[in-house]
């Protein structure tokens, strides 16, 4: 079996037909199924995510066998081969051994999407609206993180006897706020420009950088160097410098940059020059012993003062539509929901850290609402709401953390049924607590 | 060696840390060095594709050594593999492996980027202009494909003794004609709105639906199936049928696209709804025993008439700077100069071969300047002159050519050369036959 490749060796044409099928076949079912139930989400005023995730779960390990990695000892189902292998005129076992083969440059196409989106998040990071909130977005993403990192990795550390690196793992994933969908949901009750919003904005955008410093330190960690404090204090030391550099970059390349921008002829220089920005970004975080997803975000950050922002937003985000829906399709494929039966005793402890982690994941971020200073009245329970959705944030720990291997499968589910929870819960609840506005519904993006 | 994938098996954190950087750096060296050798052509007022072909030669076989593909034996350069198994903390040998294994990820971007540059050339043809040029438009297209693939094919069969298959191929790559190319040297002088203009995008246009045919028929006879006429009506039919009904559905299908996509409300909607329809024309041109080149072009004609054109355009076009700008330096990358060193005797006959075809493609597309009839006069030479610049489309046959095995490495190099002379000749000729005005350089785009 050759590799699949632009180039295939001669005679090659039906191998070639068949691993086109697969691949276009894939982009048609996920995009189709992904999209439809973001439609319906979006009419249901929930996150589009949500959709996204729940058609990974219906066309991968759980539900319809389309899409799944063959690591995870997944393959296409029967029908599916067949059909290929008929229009392909090749055996269903050439069409089994493409499919596994080919699966890497959808995994591939999916990373490209996280990283985009993570350099789509940096570079839409208001550094401004953090400062003016300052001293109170701090207290807020400082008490949003450290709370759910120290009640979840301790929690299941404690009460449900997990190892101390998947615990802090877990931890690790419950710290995250989904800017994206704390804005959009406040800036649907129209809340966005209130004392209130800015303030959850700025602890969400904090709460970004320490989270992916977070990442970083457990991501190493996961390597297997253990809990001795030397390696820890090197991480987290690279990482902030890291930031700090890329905070002090934001200041002063963004300038430099558009210069460039300003000299470049042929077409397309934008979406050139911010993505050869995010690719040396990845490179320096991964050559620093960083993660690129810290990298992608840093390199964002620093493009975040540029006057062409919005042209590079533009340019990068059909990058975050196609490919980052790819992310999370495989997200929710990889999900395995027999661990969640509930009539299998085997699996009583697993749902019971599933429901203790949205318990936690819940509280926590509530808490948040109450741990900062304030001279006029503030809607602390708003606050508190408003910091719970993990959304994509959640999920890419969720996605490192299986790629370390650290996780086993019932504590993945427990960590996707506590993302999937709070991104749910919590624009409903703030629609509760904000009394929706009827005239809110036509403000859906 | 485990694959290149998203979810790496534990204790895998410096070979994904290895595999990073590589797919990072590789993103960082082509499109640093081709889109800088991109400005420099645009700056000479040559087309930027050039500079992207050019930057390939550089880094690949023939060059650094940094970009080529495993199959042609091919490996990193040495410095390039120290230095990434220095950061990643793994060894040359599993740098080397990982470069191997990722380097199909590499290559199926590529070819998204060559699916959206072909979706994109459909949906910016001007049908109606076509029209109106109409039978002028037809003489100059179809002189331009037949008198090309003869002078090629027989030429190469007859004078230089080459097997009927690979012939052909060589003639179908001399049909092209590079609308992209032609249309910005027509608006850089200004006569793109002219008679001579009209006519001449009409037949570019025309040249790539029947250039697209000539080359699913090509392709699908590589494959094997040898020369009998059976095959190829059967061929020639399907892809006819196949572009009517896309052309059918530009008329009828297009506003049920437009009213689906005022009823979407979940973000990125036009890029996602414009890559389904490309992953489902792609699907259905491979379903149909047709090049996926052929579905994509089709799936671009059917929107060509959406009122929402101008947003599909803008979603595409950063997937073709990005990846289109990696296939063409993938095809540069995996030239052999060596083929073409004029001091070694056994390269005189591939030598003769390369000036034999830029000769023969450049009189015979000037030819189909002489093909029409007219009651005015007009500047038969430019039209000529216009007509003459292969391309991108050239080397999508050239892509293809290699890919399907029957071109051997001294004629690929010919039909490289043919290429890249042709279309480095087109727009200075046709300046001086002109007259460039001087404010034309204020126009580059």
Redesign the interface.
């Known amino acids: 079996m050759s590799?699949?490749?632009?180039?295939?060796?001669?005679?090659?044409?039906?191998l070639?037909?068949a691993q086109?099928?697969i691949?276009?076949?894939q982009?048609?079912v996920i995009?189709?199924i992904a999209?439809a139930l973001?439609?319906l989400?979006?009419?249901l005023r929930l996150p589009?995510i949500l959709?996204e995730l729940v058609a990974g779960v219906l066309i991968g390990v759980s539900g319809l066998h389309l899409i799944q990695?063959p690591?995870?000892g997944g393959e296409l189902n029967s029908l599916a081969q067949g059909s290929i292998a008929t229009?392909?005129h090749v055996s269903s076992e050439q069409v089994r051994q493409i499919y596994a083969?080919?699966?890497?440059?959808l995994?591939?196409?999916?990373?490209?999407g996280l990283l985009s989106l993570l350099f789509l998040t940096g570079l839409e990071s208001e550094l401004d609206e953090l400062m003016a909130v300052g001293g109170q977005a701090i207290s807020v993403a400082l008490t949003g993180v450290i709370l759910p990192f120290v009640m979840g990795a301790f929690g299941l550390h404690v009460f449900f006897t997990v190892p101390m690196l998947p615990a802090i793992f877990a931890g690790a994933a419950m710290t995250a706020t989904s800017i994206g969908i704390t804005a959009s949901v406040l800036g649907e009750l129209k809340v966005l420009r209130t004392r209130e919003g800015q303030m959850v904005i700025g602890a969400a955008v904090l709460d970004d950088i320490l989270g992916i410093v977070i990442l970083a330190v457990v991501?190493?960690l996961?390597?297997?160097e253990g809990f001795t404090a030397g390696p820890v204090v090197k991480l987290v030391g690279a990482a902030s410098v890291f930031v700090a550099v890329a905070l002090a970059l934001s200041r002063t390349a963004a300038p430099a940059f558009d210069a460039l921008l300003d000299r470049?002829?042929?077409?397309?220089?934008v979406?050139?020059a911010a993505?050869?920005v995010l690719?040396?970004a990845?490179?320096a975080a991964?050559?620093f012993g960083l993660e690129?997803a810290l990298g992608a975000f840093a390199g964002g950050l620093i493009l975040s003062s540029s006057k062409r922002r919005e042209a590079i937003e533009?340019?990068?985000?059909?990058?975050?539509?196609?490919f980052a829906?790819v992310f999370f399709v495989?997200i929710g494929s990889?999900l395995n929901l027999a661990v969640l039966n509930p009539f299998n005793p085997a699996n009583h402890a697993g749902l019971l850290m599933a429901g203790f982690l949205l318990a936690a994941a819940l509280l926590s971020k509530l808490a948040a609402g109450w741990s900062y200073l304030s001279k006029e009245p503030t809607n602390r329970l708003a606050v508190g709401l408003a910091m719970i959705p993990r959304g994509e944030v959640g999920l890419i720990f969720l996605?490192l953390g299986?790629?370390?291997?650290?996780l086993g499968p019932s504590l993945e589910a427990a960590i996707l049924l506590m993302v999937i929870g709070t991104t749910f819960l919590a624009p409903v609840l703030l629609r509760l607590v904000l009394k929706d506005p009827i005239e809110a519904v036509e403000l859906?993006?």
């Not at 083969?101 to 440059?105: A, E, L």
């Not at 470049?264 to 220089?269: H, K, N, S, V």
């Not at 299986?402 to 650290?406: A, F, K, L, N, P």
């Open positions: 590799l699949p490749t632009l180039f295939l060796s001669s005679g090659a044409h039906e070639e037909a086109t099928l691949q276009a076949g982009f048609v995009l189709l999209r973001a439609e989400m979006v009419r589009a959709g990695p690591e995870l229009l392909a083969n080919t699966f890497p440059i995994q591939g196409v999916a990373k490209i991501v190493a996961a390597a297997g470049l002829r042929a077409p397309g220089e979406a050139v993505f050869l690719s040396l990845c490179f991964q050559a690129a533009k340019a990068i985000q059909p990058l975050v539509a196609l829906t495989l990889s996605g299986s790629q370390s291997g650290v859906v993006p």
